[in-house]
């Protein structure tokens, strides 16, 4: 009982934390390229709970196109644990264009 109420409260003090998260940065991420992508909730959550050199595909409202995003943690000696994400364009190809390649073949 007493370790069931242990990963309740564990649960509950992540989803607090992603909650301020997300209020104060409102789904901003700022790239390597110093752009700025922003996202809904859900999408937002996956970035955030991602894990270290892990890519997820997302949707940004800013610019309304799928992206790979890819999160790195890594210490700094002075200012002490940094977050860089490296944001690309996901290339999907037409369904009818991967058909017309097929039958060319």
Same mark, same amino acid.
């Given at each position: $009982?007493?370790?069931?109420?242990?990963?309740?409260?564990? /649960? /509950?003090?992540?989803?607090?934390?992603?909650?301020?998260?997300?209020?104060?940065?409102?789904?901003?991420? $700022?790239? !390597?390229?110093?752009?700025?992508?922003?996202?809904?909730? %859900?999408?937002?959550?996956?970035?955030?709970?991602?894990?270290?050199?892990? !890519?997820?595909?997302?949707?940004?409202?800013?610019?309304?196109?799928?992206?790979?995003?890819?999160?790195?943690?890594?210490?700094?000696?002075?200012?002490? %644990?940094?977050?860089?994400?490296?944001?690309?364009? !996901?290339?999907?190809?037409?369904?009818?264009?991967?058909?017309?390649? %097929?039958?060319?073949?």
């Amino acid at each position: $009982m007493v370790r069931f109420l242990y990963i309740i409260k564990k /649960i /509950i003090m992540k989803e607090l934390i992603f909650s301020l998260a997300f209020f104060f940065t409102n789904g901003n991420i $700022m790239d !390597t390229n110093l752009k700025l992508h922003k996202y809904d909730k %859900q999408n937002f959550k996956k970035i955030y709970f991602s894990k270290n050199k892990n !890519t997820v595909n997302v949707l940004c409202i800013k610019h309304s196109e799928s992206e790979d995003v890819e999160k790195s943690k890594y210490n700094h000696h002075n200012e002490g %644990q940094k977050t860089n994400y490296k944001v690309s364009r !996901t290339e999907k190809k037409n369904e009818a264009e991967v058909i017309k390649n %097929q039958s060319e073949k």
